[in-house]
C-alpha cells in the first residue's frame, strides 16, 4: 500500500518536474524569439551587436536615450553613441519605392517590439521617425555661399571637415 | 498708373547703382576673405567638429542686426529659418482658419516693420528670441523646462515642457510659439510635437557641430543685405564684437535690464 503510494507520489513528481522543464523551455525558446524585431534591410541587421551589448540593449536602451536626451539639450553633445537620431538611421528599412519606412509603423523595429512589450513609447510624437535633415541644411547654405561669397565656400569645400561630415553624417 | 510708372523709372537707375556698389562690395568682400582665410580656416578646423564636451560660458553667442541694412518686403532670414528648423513642414489642419492658422503656426523670426507716427520713418527689422541674459521665461517657467544653456542660447528642454505658455506671456518680444497640433513631419535636427513651446536657439544644431553660423544670417548675407552678424559677444576680437564697437546699436526694451544677446543698430 505504502509503496504504491510512493510510486504514485514519485510519478507525479517526476511529471511536475517535467512539466516544469517544458515551461522553462518554452520560455527560452519565447525569449529567444523576442529578439527577432531587427529587419532585415536596415543597416543594423548587418552589425553583430548594436551599440553596448545586445543584451545590455534590451534591458536598458530606454536608461541611455534619456541620459543622451539631457546631455544634448543642456550640454550640446549630440555626437555621441546613444543617441535616438543613431537607432532611427541604423534600423530604419527602406521601402520598395526606396522611401524610409517610419520607425514606429507596425511591424518596424520600434513599434514591433513595444506593441510585443505593451510598452508605449512616445519618443516618436516629437522626434523624427526616418532619418531626415540629420545635421544642417549644408546643401542649402553651400548654395548660399557660393552664389555671393565664393572664396569663402572655395575654404569650406576644400576642408576635409566637410567630406567627412557628409559621410559619417547618421549618428 | 502714373505712380507707377515712376517708381518703375526710379527704380532702374537705382537698381544699376545697386548693381555697381553690390559688384563693388562683393570684390572688397573677396580680398578681404583671402586676406583673412589663413585665419578662417585654422579657427573652422580647430572648431569644425561635433562638440564632445559640455557647452561652458566661454562663448556668449549673440548677434547684432542692422536695420538700416534689412530691405521691406525681403523675408530671406525668416525663409531660411523655417527651412533650416523645419517649421515649413508645419500642415494647417483641415478645418483650421487659414488667418487664425497664419497667428498660431509656430514662427521662430518674425519681420517687424515699426512706423514713427512723427516722423514717418520706417523701420525694418527682424524679430527673434533675444537670448536674454535674465530671460523672463526662465523665471516663470513652473517646470524648469525653460533654461537658458551655459553658452548664453535661451531654450526649452521639450520633454519636459508640460505647455503651460507661461512663458509667453512673459516674454517682452512675443518669440515664442506653441505647438497646437500634431505634428506629421519633422527633421532628425529639429524635434517637434504637439503641446510644447519652442523659440529661436540659434541654430544650436550648428554651433554643436562646429558650424560659428545662423541660417538667418547666412541668408541675408547671401541676399547682399549683411544685416545680421552673429558671433560670440565674449570673443573681444571676433566679428559681433568689432561690429558691436563700431556701430551705434541698442537693445530692444533696454529698459528691463535682461541684457540681450541680440542688439539692433540704427534703431
Same mark, same amino acid.
Request: proline share 3%; net charge negative; glycine share 16%.
Given at each position: 500500500m505504502l509503496s504504491s503510494i510512493l510510486t504514485r507520489i514519485t510519478a507525479r513528481g517526476g511529471r511536475i518536474a517535467f512539466g516544469l522543464a517544458g515551461a522553462l523551455l518554452a520560455l527560452a525558446v519565447q525569449a529567444e524569439d523576442v #529578439?527577432?524585431?531587427?529587419? %532585415? =534591410?536596415? $543597416? +543594423? /541587421? @548587418?552589425?553583430?551587436?548594436?551599440? *553596448?551589448?545586445t543584451r545590455v540593449m534590451r534591458r536598458r536602451h530606454f536608461e541611455l536615450i534619456k541620459h543622451q536626451r539631457d546631455v544634448t539639450v543642456y =550640454?550640446? &553633445?549630440?555626437?555621441? $553613441?546613444?543617441?535616438l537620431s543613431g537607432c532611427v538611421s541604423c534600423h530604419v528599412v527602406h521601402g520598395p519605392d526606396g522611401q524610409p519606412v517610419p520607425i514606429?509603423?507596425?511591424?518596424?523595429f520600434c513599434e514591433a517590439c513595444h506593441a510585443y512589450a505593451a510598452v508605449h513609447m512616445n519618443c516618436f510624437d516629437c522626434h523624427?521617425?526616418?532619418?531626415? #535633415? *540629420? /545635421?544642417?541644411n549644408r546643401a542649402q547654405s553651400a548654395a548660399h555661399v557660393s552664389k555671393h561669397r565664393a572664396a569663402l565656400a572655395q575654404v569650406a569645400d576644400e576642408s576635409p571637415h566637410a567630406v567627412s561630415r557628409e559621410e559619417d553624417s547618421p549618428r | 498708373m502714373n505712380e507707377n510708372t515712376n517708381a518703375t523709372e526710379q527704380r532702374v537707375p537705382d537698381g544699376l547703382a545697386d548693381a555697381g556698389r553690390r559688384s563693388f562690395l562683393g570684390s572688397a568682400a573677396g580680398i578681404g576673405a583671402a586676406a583673412v582665410a589663413p585665419g578662417v580656416v585654422l579657427h573652422t578646423v580647430a572648431? +569644425? /567638429?561635433?562638440?564632445t564636451t559640455p557647452v561652458d560660458d566661454s562663448h556668449r553667442w549673440g548677434m547684432l542686426v542692422d536695420t538700416a541694412k534689412c +530691405? @521691406? =518686403?525681403?523675408?530671406a532670414c525668416v525663409d531660411a529659418c523655417e527651412v533650416e528648423n523645419g517649421l515649413d513642414l508645419q500642415d494647417m489642419p483641415e478645418d483650421a482658419d487659414p488667418i487664425k492658422w497664419e497667428n498660431q503656426r509656430a514662427t521662430w523670426i518674425r519681420k517687424v516693420k515699426l512706423q !514713427?507716427? %512723427?516722423?514717418?520713418r520706417v523701420t525694418n527689422l527682424p524679430l527673434m528670441c %533675444?537670448?536674454? @541674459?535674465?530671460p523672463p521665461c526662465v523665471d516663470v517657467c513652473p517646470t524648469g523646462a525653460s533654461f537658458k544653456r551655459a553658452d548664453g542660447i535661451v531654450m526649452v528642454d521639450?520633454? &519636459?515642457? &508640460? #505647455?503651460?505658455r507661461y512663458c509667453m506671456m512673459a516674454c517682452p518680444y512675443k518669440a515664442r510659439s506653441f505647438i497646437h497640433e500634431v505634428v506629421e513631419r519633422k527633421l532628425t535636427r529639429a524635434p517637434r510635437g504637439k503641446g510644447c513651446v519652442e523659440s529661436c536657439n540659434l541654430c544650436a544644431h550648428r554651433l554643436d557641430d562646429? *558650424? &560659428?553660423?545662423t541660417a538667418c544670417a547666412d541668408a541675408c548675407a547671401a541676399e547682399g543685405h549683411q544685416a545680421i552678424i552673429f558671433g560670440d559677444? $565674449? !570673443?573681444?576680437?571676433?566679428p559681433l564684437r568689432k561690429a558691436l564697437g563700431e556701430t551705434s546699436n541698442r537693445q530692444i526694451r %533696454?529698459?528691463? =535690464?535682461?541684457?540681450? #544677446?541680440v542688439r539692433y543698430a540704427n534703431l
Open positions: #529578439g527577432g524585431y531587427v529587419l %532585415q =534591410g536596415s $543597416k +543594423a /541587421a @548587418e552589425l553583430d551587436s548594436c551599440v *553596448e551589448d =550640454g550640446g &553633445i549630440r555626437s555621441t $553613441k546613444h543617441s514606429h509603423d507596425d511591424g518596424q523624427a521617425t526616418v532619418p531626415v #535633415g *540629420e /545635421a544642417w | 572648431n +569644425a /567638429a561635433p562638440r +530691405a @521691406e =518686403g525681403c523675408s !514713427d507716427n %512723427q516722423s514717418g %533675444q537670448h536674454c @541674459e535674465h521639450r520633454h &519636459i515642457c &508640460i #505647455g503651460c562646429g *558650424e &560659428i553660423s559677444l $565674449k !570673443d573681444p576680437n571676433g %533696454q529698459d528691463l =535690464g535682461l541684457n540681450t #544677446g
